[in-house]
């Protein structure tokens, strides 16, 4: 089964909340830029019921290039992880 494209998800949204398909992709289009600018601004953003999305430091470590064994430096950077709610993993699973 494939994933739900955005098209789709608005549709479902429009159709279940009874508005147009263009309010769900504005809803969709704000709810994505205020995630990413908490996340970059206050290091979370929490979507209750499904997770929280999570700025996190990387340290700098040792790699290895797979081509040749060579030992590298793989330097320090910021990533984004989402953790899954207990209550979401619950009804996943």
């Known amino acids: 089964m ?6 789709q998800i608005a ?3 429009a159709e279940s909340l009874g ?8 809803y969709l289009d704000t709810f ?3 995630a ?3 996340a970059k601004n206050n290091g979370s953003f929490t ?14 470590r040792q790699g290895r290039n797979p081509q040749t064994g060579e030992v590298i ?3 320090a950077k910021k990533v984004v992880k989402f953790r899954v709610s207990k209550a979401a993993k619950d009804s996943v699973l």
Request: net charge positive.
């Open 73 to 75: 430096q793989i330097p």
């Open 11 to 13: 549709s479902s949204l």
């Open 19 to 26: 508005i147009s398909k263009a309010d769900a992709n504005r």
């Open 47 to 60: 979507v209750p019921g499904l997770g929280k999305l999570v700025l996190v430091d990387r340290k700098a």
């Open 36 to 38: 990413c600018s908490e």
């Open 2 to 7: 494939a994933a739900l494209t955005k098209s």
């Open 32 to 34: 994505a830029q205020l």
